[in-house]
């Protein structure tokens, strides 16, 4: 089978799958898997661009991915101004304190080389920092979560769109990404997949702590939407005659009495459906410009310079190609996309909870995605991650069929099929393994493998 008929058939049965859901389920989860497959397709489409490209064997995806939810946060929420004024002072003074020991901590080194003294004096330094910054930040960090801990006990934001804190969720991973590559990239894939899970907890770990920067396990509630609430659809005239319109058939058939009834219950129906289209919409412009630019990268010559360097390494230092930089520059891509997604996310969810990033969900679950699509290739990627959530969301009704159908021949008080039944939920992470075990079977390059070209 060819590449493109290949790519044609696993876009005709996502289609299918999701159209199924629509008529047997209903319409709106229909739409909710749809941006959720929209948003894991962006974080495989990083992660393909780090392990696709150059070979990065990244397992800190949790991290990036809450980086962007932190963002989602800071952009979107309205500032506290108690909370700015007990603690603007002495984060002032924290900062400025980084500042100047950052400075004498590099004039030293420049100054003084690599000899024992700088390393003696650069610790020193270090230490005294420490010291001094918590000198100012404790007490202001102190100051902010006692403002109304209840229901602020942060900074809150800036109060912009939401939207904007897709950009900021990127800019903050890859800001991560280069701090984090500055270290590890260079070491072997084994050192570098533990250094980048291990920065992911402590990012985490830092989130869920730190109360003053986005409340820590309390939560943020009530983020805003770049999209319309359902309650605003539902008092807009405009909508109530839209729907009317479209289901004026259905209408006219009833008695005049039943027919307001309908139309409420269907106006309340349609605005969650049509306020999930609109994030599909948004999210769907953002995959394809995403997607877009990944291919041009590429099929560039950086692109082929990336993929030389993942084949060869050793050759492509021959040939004078800095290895390190190159792997600096795609791991900073690739975790900037996946910030993106984690902003995404964060939006759609509209709220923040830090307590739910786990390694399950967002490091081994985008993983099977870009190994099922197809590592190296973009669409795969895309296709990975529909196929891959589908199956995630749609296990445990899928589970609870298969179940019911292995068990029919058994009575209805038999132990053994009422614990089945019970469990049927945890399917989803067998449907995982055999998805994967057939993939790697039948396709050991995913459904849609690399194109190389001779």
């Given amino acids: 089978m060819s590449h493109n ?51 990065l064997f990244n397992v800190g995806i949790m991290g990036f991915a809450a980086l962007g939810g932190v963002a989602a946060v800071i952009v979107s929420k309205e500032p506290v101004a108690e909370a700015w004024s007990a603690s603007w002072l002495g984060l002032l003074l924290s900062l400025a304190t980084l500042a100047f020991f950052i400075f004498i901590i590099r004039w030293c080194r420049r100054a003084f080389g690599g000899s024992i003294i700088n390393n003696v004096i650069t610790t020193i330094l270090i230490v005294l920092a420490y010291f001094a910054i918590r000198y100012f930040f404790i007490p202001s960090v102190t100051a902010i979560e006692d403002v109304n801990p209840a229901k602020s006990g942060y900074l809150g934001g800036l109060g912009l769109p939401i939207a904007a804190s897709w950009l900021v969720g990127g800019l903050f991973a890859a800001l991560a990404a280069l701090l984090v590559g500055k270290i590890a990239l260079g070491l072997r894939s084994d050192y570098l997949a533990i250094a980048t899970l291990g920065i992911s907890e402590i990012i985490v770990a830092m989130i869920k702590n730190e109360d003053w920067l986005t409340r820590g396990v309390k939560n943020v509630t009530g ?7 359902e309650l605003e659809l539902q008092q807009a005239p405009w909508f109530s005659d839209l729907v009317q319109r479209l289901y004026s058939t259905r209408l006219t058939s009833l008695p005049s009495e039943q027919q307001s009834a309908l139309l409420d219950q269907l106006v ?17 412009a953002v995959l394809i410009v995403l997607f877009v630019l990944s291919q041009r990268a590429l099929n560039s010559p950086w692109g082929r310079m990336m993929r030389a360097i993942r084949d060869n390494e050793d050759a492509a230092s021959a040939m004078g190609k800095n290895v390190t930089q190159r792997h600096l520059q795609v ?88 614990h089945l039944l019970e469990n049927a939920a945890h399917m989803r992470l067998v449907f995982m393994g055999l998805i994967l075990l057939l993939v790697l079977r039948f396709s050991p390059k995913g459904l849609l493998p690399e194109r190389t070209s001779h």
């Avoid at 306020?275 to 999210?283: E, N, P």
């Fill in 5 to 55: 008929l290949r790519a044609a058939v696993c876009i005709v049965v996502i289609l299918s799958m999701l159209m199924a859901v629509g008529f047997f389920q209903s319409w709106s989860l229909s739409l909710s898997i749809v941006n959720m497959c929209l948003i894991s397709s962006i974080m495989a489409l990083g992660v393909n661009i780090q392990w696709g490209y150059a070979g």
């Fill in 331 to 418: 791991f900073v891509l690739g975790s900037a996309v996946v910030g993106i997604a984690g902003a995404m996310m964060t939006t759609l969810d509209g709220q923040f909870t830090p307590g739910t990033y786990n390694p399950l969900r967002f490091t081994f679950l985008i993983w099977v995605m870009v190994i099922v699509g197809g590592s190296g290739n973009n669409l795969g990627s895309i296709v990975g991650g529909f196929i891959v959530w589908f199956f995630w969301i749609e296990a445990e009704p899928l589970g609870l069929i298969l179940v019911e159908l292995m068990t029919s021949g058994l009575a209805e008080g038999n132990s053994l099929k009422a």
């Fill in 268 to 284: 309340v129906d349609s605005s969650s459906v049509f306020v999930k289209l609109c994030y599909a919409g948004l999210f769907a």
């Fill in 223 to 229: 983020l805003s939407r770049p999209v319309p609430y």
